[in-house]
């Protein structure tokens, strides 16, 4: 014992401690070592999608454990590599490109005048729609455009998720692992499609109102939905994304430095306008870096350290977001809305750096020109933006299925995507519908682009994945 060895009480105490301490180490050391093992044996194609969750949460809780125990940052960086395959490996069969679709309920206005609804998930699935008795011929400048009266087709459509309508939380939660994949260094994009009117600003910030209201000191304000959420359920993906965002980075604080910015632009009849400094006279030009990194010469890039940072931010720039009202929709977004965060972390003991972004893409409403009713400066937008449309249903669509040439330049809002779209990049589309009959054709057309994405997804061929398997040296 320590008293034989004739030691004084003090230094008994120590040497106690620092042989629970060794202990500790040691076992933290071959809990992660059997983790990382057991994820690597892994088959990232063939394991079921719970097995591999599974191995990603055990293998997490030992990367905690194993920092709580001081092991060596070598060591624990070898391991948190394993963690990072195994994450985007989840990810991967999760689907490179996924389609979400949300369902927008009935507004009291609309309850009241007995409106019909057309458009309801059957599962957390499927989507039913009834077929439009409309044969109206397709717009030319719609995005969608279908033989004959294929687009008034109703049926069952499926999708990786839908809500009739869920609630914030539940559509942000099923997104939520795409933010580690942008601290680990991917891009990630998350862009909401539909018809004016059904939902997508709602879904990517939430109701106008929680936006364009300061804060008073540091409460939020007293702002209730027609079903009495609070503000913070009310938020949307974006306030939700950056939140994720900083919790993240406030539990790898220890590890890594990080440096995040924020930027925000609109897209509007193919001119880029920094929402951050809208009146500058400074053209926004695309350009690209060797590596295939795109950015605008002379955007605004604030440096954030907090959600609350970005807030204010976001309702300068949704105030100064154009807007015009359409027979559909009194406030009809009239440009694409690209929010944008990079995120870039250095190893504060090895100093290796790694850089993600995630890019959250509001984009304009879908419509048919005969039936919005715009004209002049009206019609020359929704023209535009149904342009846009069909370029960015090339691009997704040309991806998924693993052609050898995607039409990036056919327009300023796919090139200005490029790296978040191609590569190893993330892609999560959520598709907008209105409930409506009224709004059938429109819905059917919506339904339609996702399908055709998604029936893209489907048939493509899998890339390789990188191998989970690592050989790990003892130290």
């Excluded at 976001?314 to 440009?335: K, Y």
Aim: hydrophobic share 35%; charged share 30%.
């Amino acid at each position: 014992t320590g008293r034989g060895l004739g030691l004084a009480d003090e230094q008994l105490i120590a040497f106690e401690r620092c042989l629970a301490q060794e202990e500790r180490r040691l076992l933290a050391r071959q809990w992660l070592r059997a983790a990382a093992a057991e994820a690597g044996a892994l088959d990232a194609k063939g394991s079921a999608l719970e097995d591999l969750l599974r191995a990603k949460q055990q293998l997490q809780e030992a990367l905690v454990e194993a920092l709580a125990a001081h092991l060596p940052e070598a060591e624990v960086v070898a391991h948190d590599r394993v963690r990072r395959q195994l994450h985007n490996a989840i990810e991967d069969r999760r689907g490179a490109v996924r389609v979400h679709c949300r369902v927008r309920p009935l507004s009291s206005a609309e309850l009241a005048a007995g409106e019909r609804e057309v458009a309801r998930c059957r599962d957390g699935f499927t989507v039913e729609i009834e077929p439009s008795h409309r044969h109206e011929p397709d717009s030319p400048s719609h995005p969608f455009r279908f033989g004959d009266r294929e687009s008034d087709a109703g049926g069952a459509f499926t999708f990786d998720t839908c809500w009739a309508p869920g609630r914030q939380e539940e559509v942000f939660e099923d997104m939520r692992d795409l933010v580690q994949s942008a601290v680990d260094g991917y891009n990630v994009t998350v862009f909401a499609y539909g018809q004016t009117g059904a939902g997508k600003t709602h879904t990517m910030y939430g109701p106008k109102q929680v936006f364009s209201a300061p804060r008073s000191g540091n409460r939020r304000p007293e702002l209730h939905d027609a079903a009495g959420s609070e503000p913070d359920e009310m938020r949307g993906i974006c306030p939700r994304t950056t939140e994720e965002v900083f919790r993240i980075i406030s539990r790898d604080s220890g590890r890594f430095e990080f440096t995040v910015t924020f930027s925000m632009v609109e897209l509007y009849c193919q001119r880029f306008i920094d929402l951050l400094d809208p009146s500058t006279e400074r053209p926004l030009r695309i350009r690209s870096l060797r590596g295939g990194e795109v950015y605008l010469e002379n955007q605004q890039e604030a440096v954030v350290r907090t959600p609350e940072d970005v807030e204010p931010l976001v309702r300068m720039g949704l105030a100064a977001r154009h807007v015009r009202s359409t027979c559909r929709n009194p406030e009809s977004s009239r440009s694409h809305v690209l929010f944008q965060l990079r995120i870039t972390s250095v190893n504060r003991k090895t100093c290796q750096m790694v850089r993600g972004k995630i890019l959250l893409v509001d984009l304009a409403g879908s419509e048919r020109v005969k039936r919005s009713d715009v004209r002049g400066a009206g019609l020359k937008e929704a023209i535009e933006v149904n342009r846009s449309l069909t370029a960015l249903a090339d691009v997704v669509a040309a991806l998924a299925r693993g052609e050898r040439h995607v039409p990036y330049r056919n327009h300023e809002l796919t090139q200005v995507m490029q790296d978040s779209l191609g590569g190893n990049a993330k892609t999560l589309m959520m598709v907008n519908l209105s409930p409506l009959a009224c709004h059938s054709e429109e819905t059917i057309m919506s339904v339609k682009f996702s399908q055709r994405v998604k029936g893209a997804v489907t048939q493509a061929p899998r890339t390789s994945r990188p191998e989970l398997r690592s050989s790990l040296s003892a130290p």
